[in-house]
């Protein structure tokens, strides 16, 4: 591709994501991959006696359909949280936030990181509308869950999807007993677990925690 028609399509996904050409262009020099639109899957309502009478009965559509204001890059999943890692410092000083979009396991084994322009992390689970699944708690009250924990114990996101969170702690916690007590608050289990043993393996993983809703 020449550089005028490069130029264009960069400009074209900016004017469309909402992402600057500048950070476009940059991280597709370090994830050496083409920049897409980030998108997630269209999430349905049902209400019981829905005031709105309609004979429209919508499926909800294969794949991932909802545009969103970012990018994305379809990358090795053995290198995507380093990627993320390097893209947030590269970026930071902008008010970028680069996170793991989708988990989902393919073939090639590659994953998707995405960036949006936000000086709010929370709102990447706006964006995925994250919730508490069978939990049945909304995006604003795990963000609630969230910031509570993150007041005894800051954290950053590695990734965010529509059910499921990937976070560090950005600092070592003293009291491994303590913080697992308070991850289960924001991600409570239905099978009862022997609490030390839980928080040994919290331990082992450093602070790396994978929380996910049913």
Request: charged fraction near 30%; aromatic fraction near 10%; proline fraction near 3%.
């Amino acid at each position: 591709m020449d550089n005028s028609k490069n130029l264009t399509r960069v400009r074209e996904l900016s004017e469309k994501s909402g992402i600057e050409m500048i950070v476009i262009d940059e991280a597709e020099k370090i994830t050496k991959v083409g920049a897409t639109r980030f998108v997630r899957r269209l999430i349905l309502s049902s209400y019981i006696d829905d005031p709105i009478q309609s004979s429209i009965m919508q499926e909800t559509p294969k794949g991932r359909t909802v545009e969103l204001p970012g990018i994305s890059f379809l990358v090795d999943n053995s290198t995507i949280e380093s990627l993320v890692d390097t893209l947030n410092k590269k970026f930071a000083y902008r008010q970028y936030l680069t996170f793991i979009s989708n988990d989902d396991t393919r073939d090639d084994k590659k994953q998707t990181l995405s960036i949006i322009h936000t000086a709010d992390k929370f709102n990447a689970l706006r964006l995925q509308q994250t919730t508490g699944g069978s939990f049945h708690f909304s995006t604003d009250s795990l963000i609630q869950k969230l910031q509570a924990f993150e007041s005894k114990y800051p954290f950053h996101f590695i990734g965010v999807g529509d059910d499921w969170l990937l976070i560090k702690t950005n600092n070592t916690p003293i009291d491994w007993l303590d913080f697992a007590k308070e991850v289960l608050k924001v991600c409570p289990v239905e099978d009862e677990i022997e609490i030390n043993e839980y928080a040994n393996g919290l331990k082992k993983s450093n602070g790396r925690v994978s929380m996910w809703w049913d």
